[in-house]
């Protein structure tokens, strides 16, 4: 019979409790890796409650479009992580009042790999939005420049966004796998 003692044991052998240092965690920010999942590259991302808790793990990301780092941006749980491009913003104050944002336009491409809506798992537009306001001619005559730009870069935000998810998607094709099964088989056909 095997006895196995619990009792911690208090040595100089004993391994220190692991603790991500912030110089340790800049060297590894920059690093990325090939993955197996299309369209993503294996990246290094802080997950834990507090600093002295946390650790670095390498997750898939969608680096195609995600700006983000995940070392600089620590979650909780890996289930809290969400990938995103940078905003492009169109953004107009009231001549009412100039401290105040009257209108304000602004979208992201992500992705939210844990939801359970497969559409949101996916690369999508995330669009925020606020009220009209007033405009003179000169500020409306500016906008209609920003909201064009604007627009412009929804589109190609979108294109990104339905780039990626063909990506995804071609692994999944059945196509492919035949495709891929008759290379495998040594090109018999
Ligand atoms: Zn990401």
């Known amino acids: 019979m095997t006895i196995i003692d619990h009792t911690p044991q208090l040595s100089d052998d004993q391994p220190v409790p692991f603790t991500v240092t912030e110089a340790g965690?800049?060297?590894?920010?920059?690093?990325?890796?090939?993955?197996?999942?299309?369209?993503?590259?294996?990246?290094?991302?802080?997950?834990?409650?507090?600093?002295d808790t946390s650790a670095i793990v390498y997750i898939d990301c969608p680096t195609s479009f995600c700006t983000l780092?995940?070392?600089?941006?620590?979650?909780?749980?890996?289930?809290?992580l969400l990938h995103s491009s940078d905003s492009v913003d169109c953004t107009a104050r009231s001549f009412l009042n100039m401290g105040r944002l009257g209108l304000y336009l602004s979208a992201v491409v992500q992705s939210d790999p844990a939801s359970s809506d497969p559409r949101v798992r996916g690369a999508h537009i995330l669009l925020e939005a606020d009220d009209l306001t007033y405009l003179t001619p000169e500020m409306?005559?500016?906008?209609?420049?920003?909201?064009?730009?604007?627009?412009?870069?929804?589109?190609?935000?979108?294109?990104?966004?339905?780039?990626?998810?063909?990506?995804?998607?071609?692994?999944?094709?059945?196509?492919?796998?035949?495709?891929?099964r008759r290379v495998r088989a040594g090109g018999e056909s």
Request: charged share 25%.
């Open 69 to 80: 780092d995940h070392i600089d941006e620590p979650v909780r749980h890996v289930e809290d």
């Open 140 to 180: 409306a005559e500016t906008l209609a420049d920003e909201g064009i730009a604007f627009f412009s870069r929804l589109r190609q935000l979108a294109r990104a966004a339905a780039l990626h998810n063909q990506t995804v998607a071609a692994d999944c094709d059945p196509d492919m796998d035949e495709a891929l």
């Open 25 to 51: 965690a800049r060297a590894v920010s920059a690093s990325r890796l090939p993955s197996s999942t299309p369209g993503h590259e294996l990246v290094p991302a802080m997950i834990g409650a507090t600093p």
